[in-house]
């Protein structure tokens, strides 16, 4: 029998000021949809077990913490700090400790051209 560690996931939300009051509910709506194991322990705070949800997603609990953090970003326009280890507390120490993660903006549409052009291809060998 082999025993998988735990992963606990503790997000820290930027809420807007005058955000409405199902917001957090939405949020655990959302968090629920990734893994059933969800407390919110302030409307601004919430803890996951990200555990059992790792194999399901194939994913390790970087990358989900990543696709968690981008559909809060993408659904709600919130940024978030996360911190993932093997338990509750370390976890929320992590998570203190980490900023917001920033939106990372799209690359204009100018910029792919150029890449196209100075990208050498297969007639740069000869």
Do not use: K
């Amino acid at each position: 029998m082999t025993t998988m560690s735990r992963h606990i996931l503790h997000l820290r939300f930027d809420l807007p000021a005058d955000h409405d009051a199902d917001l957090p509910e939405r949020l655990r709506s959302l968090l629920e949809n990734i893994t059933p194991r969800v407390q919110m322990i302030d409307p601004d705070v919430a803890v996951l077990d990200l555990t059992g949800a790792l194999p399901y997603w194939r994913r390790d609990a970087r990358s989900l913490t990543e696709v968690i953090q981008l559909r809060l970003l993408a659904y709600f326009g919130l940024r978030s700090a996360a911190g993932c280890v093997g338990n509750r507390i370390l976890a929320s120490m992590a998570c203190a400790l980490t900023p917001a993660r920033p939106a990372r903006p799209a690359p204009p549409p100018t910029a792919w051209p150029v890449a196209l052009r100075v990208r050498p291809g297969p007639h740069a060998a000869r």
